[in-house]
């Protein structure tokens, strides 16, 4: 079984920061990909940024400039450094996984979400 944390949400004033932090435990062999998902009120949930096993980065256009995305290996976890907030980064913030067992399969899971508001 294999699950993530995830903490670091609040609240923040418009151009304020962040950092959210997700670590997995459990039956872990490797993680392929790890990533950091929203949802705001009303919205579909969308990828914020990603980074692979091998180091490839990608970034919603809306977060470019704003946001990092890094993962220690060693620790199993996943960071997200937000700055220069506004109030529409407001949402749920997810981490997602794509994590391999020792048999070579690939699963994803998600964290529970932590709530991020933006706002004076």
């Known amino acids: 079984q294999v699950q993530l944390v995830e903490s670091g949400g609040g609240l923040v004033q418009p151009g304020g920061s962040l950092r959210l932090s997700c670590a997995a435990s459990g039956s872990i062999f490797s993680i392929v990909t790890m990533a950091w998902y929203r949802q705001a009120p009303g919205k579909q949930r969308e990828l914020v940024a990603r980074i692979t096993s091998g180091g490839s980065i990608n970034y919603a256009d809306s977060v470019k400039g704003r946001f990092t995305i890094s993962r220690d290996n060693a620790k199993k976890t996943v960071y997200l450094e937000m700055s220069s907030l506004k109030p529409e980064d407001t949402a749920v913030y997810y981490c997602?996984?794509?994590?391999?067992?020792?048999?070579?399969?690939?699963?994803?899971?998600w964290g529970q979400g932590t709530q991020v508001t933006v706002s004076s």
């Open positions: 997602y996984d794509i994590i391999r067992n020792e048999a070579g399969y690939d699963y994803q899971y």
